[in-house]
Nanobody, 118 residues
Framework: EVQLVENGGGLVQPGGSLRLSCVAS????????MAWVRQAPGKGLEWVSA????????SYADSVTGRFTISRDNAKNTVYLEMNSLKPEDTAVYYC???????????WGQGTQVTVSS
């Protein structure tokens, strides 16, 4: 059974930090680039960041560049999102995504809530 289990969400004050993690199982993790996608209340999905299979190349949405850092540990089948200088507009459900152009092999986690509020 394929699983992507996110952890690390919560309530944080503006300017604070959180570290999300996503543990994968049931598929060959190091064959996949991995991504984080978020959905703010009442809005659509927004791609946040991605990392290639080996972890050497990363990319970020303009809205999080310089504040968020994606990383992965293939030995632990885990991808991370370090979030610093958080803003209220970062409030969203954050999803871990193992993308594939073949729908049966495109995997999503259940999401973790991040709330930035004073």
């Amino acid at each position: 059974e394929v699983q992507l289990v996110e952890n690390g969400g919560g309530l944080v004050q503006p300017g604070g930090s959180l570290r999300l993690s996503c543990v994968a199982s049931g598929f060959t993790f190091n064959n996949y680039a991995m991504a984080w996608v978020r959905q703010a209340p009442g809005k659509g999905l927004e791609w946040v960041s991605a990392i290639e299979q080996g972890g050497r190349s990363t990319s970020y949405a303009d809205s999080v560049t310089g504040r968020f850092t994606i990383s992965r540990d293939n030995a632990k089948n885990t991808v991370y999102l370090e979030m610093n200088s958080l803003k209220p507009e970062d409030t969203a459900v954050y999803y871990c995504h193992a993308p594939s152009s073949f729908p049966p092999y495109d995997y999503w986690g259940q999401g973790t809530q991040v709330t930035v509020s004073s």
